[in-house]
């Protein structure tokens, strides 16, 4: 995965801290419809994200540890959701398995995100005191036709 680079400053950023329940993710999916809804994003970027967010939970709360958090980045040219943990352990993709009942989250976000993902340490944003593993993807606001060239091409 990715390392994040040095970002200018959100014009809006969002933060949530999570419950570890079975309900949270659907909860979590029903408030990033929301909050994007109100951006005036396509239907499809937002259906994206909704699902990208949805794998960096579930990844979280199965191989993670609390606290939680979402952070919700937002500026005029991009989005990005952080998902925050407290575990020190990577994540990594597991070995492609088409039988496996897990195992392809971080391809889907590979793949949606353009390759444009990442991990690495963070502070929380609703407990500064706490450091945690930041999950993290990125979309462009407008989906256009560019010349860049995705960073896991065929993930």
């Given amino acids: ?5 040095s970002t200018r400053r959100s014009r809006k ?3 949530w801290p999570l419950r570890e329940d079975a309900r949270t993710v659907g ?4 408030l990033v419809r929301t909050e994007l809804s109100e951006l005036s994003l396509s239907s499809d970027l937002v259906d994206d994200a909704v699902l990208m967010v949805s794998e960096l939970i579930t990844n979280a709360f199965m191989y993670g540890a609390g606290p939680y958090e979402l952070v919700l980045h937002v500026d005029e040219r991009d989005i990005m959701f952080v998902v925050l943990d407290s575990s020190p352990i990577l ?3 597991a070995p492609h398995d088409l039988g496996a009942e897990h195992g392809r989250g971080l391809r889907i976000v590979a793949r949606l995100s353009d390759g ?3 991990c690495h340490p963070q502070r929380y944003v609703t407990q500064p ?3 945690g593993k930041a999950t993290w993807f990125a979309l462009p606001r407008a989906r256009t036709t560019s010349n860049v060239v995705p960073i896991r091409a065929g993930v």
């Fill in 27 to 30: 909860q979590v999916r029903a």
């Fill in 129 to 131: 005191d706490l450091v």
């Fill in 91 to 93: 994540p990594s993709p």
């Fill in 1 to 5: 995965m990715t390392r994040l680079r």
């Fill in 116 to 118: 444009f993902y990442g």
């Fill in 13 to 15: 950023q969002v933060a």
